[in-house]
């Protein structure tokens, strides 16, 4: 184990933080989180993601880190994120996790095993609503692309503040060719690209969403946005695009500020 559209923000527990978890292809990461300023409430608990990522060994992890926080966090909801599309608690898919999460009833696992009100979502949906909220998107009032370059291309589409789940547009088709392929943030590093021949890889692929979708604002997360100075300038585009400011905390962000508005908007059909 190693350890390391402005709306007023919902609240689940009056006087008590809300735990969020990133399930990460080499880490789960959790902390509380004070919804009043999208920041940790305590310091943050990493754990390795164990080599057989499966659904029921995962859980495991999850439940080590919301004992850790079990104090700070009371009987309130906990919200999740995973690497995968989630629909109404299933996970559809599996990007960097055991292939035994696609269908899998994954909600219903993590509740059985920590027997608390679970909220699981994609990853990037989170970090979307995360920049949303607290980040490079605060206050926005039209329609928000958030893209995370890492390993793939994650995404989230956000419309006056109202999230549209499991866009999924890393895997828009460009030039016969699944976008993520050409325009990941690990494409660039495996073939040892410039910034310069990386931002025209960038271009095809943000003028493709930038046509299909109309956003008033692209907001580029990942890690390589700390490094946004770099390309983000070469790129020809009508929509304001911006680095993200969250970065690697808008994970756990996003899912605890999910997990709470969940309680004021459950989903109907679970």
Excluded at 140 to 145: A, I
């Amino acid at each position: 184990m190693s350890e390391s559209a402005e709306a007023t923000p919902p609240v689940a527990v009056p006087g008590r933080a809300v735990l969020g978890i990133d399930i990460g292809g080499s880490g789960i990461k959790g902390a509380p989180v004070d919804l009043a300023t999208g920041l940790f409430a305590t310091e943050r608990l990493r754990i390795t993601t164990p080599k057989k990522s499966t659904p029921a060994n995962v859980a495991e992890i999850v439940a080590e880190i919301v004992d850790h926080f079990a104090e700070q966090i009371g009987d309130g909801p906990i919200g999740v994120t995973i690497p995968a599309v989630v629909t109404h608690g299933q996970t559809r898919s599996a990007a960097n996790i055991d292939k035994s999460w696609i269908d899998a009833p994954a909600e219903k696992i993590f509740e059985d095993v920590l027997q608390r009100d679970i909220y699981l979502m994609n990853d990037a949906d989170a970090a979307g609503i995360a920049e949303v909220h607290y980040g490079a998107a605060k206050g926005h009032p039209g329609l928000v692309m958030v893209t995370t370059l890492g390993t793939g291309i994650g995404s989230a589409l956000i419309y006056r503040g109202v999230l549209v789940p499991n866009t999924e547009l890393g895997h828009l088709e460009i030039d016969g060719k699944d976008a993520e392929t050409e325009a990941a943030a690990s494409v660039k590093d495996r073939k040892g690209w410039s910034y310069e021949k990386y931002a025209k890889k960038l271009q095809r692929y943000y003028e493709r969403l930038e046509a299909l979708f109309w956003p008033d604002l692209i907001v580029v997360g990942g890690g390589v946005s700390k490094r946004a100075d770099k390309f983000l300038p070469r790129l020809k585009l009508k929509s304001e695009i911006v680095p993200a400011k969250l970065l690697n905390t808008a994970g756990i962000v996003g899912a605890a500020w999910l997990a709470a508005d969940r309680l004021v908007h459950p989903d109907p059909i679970r």
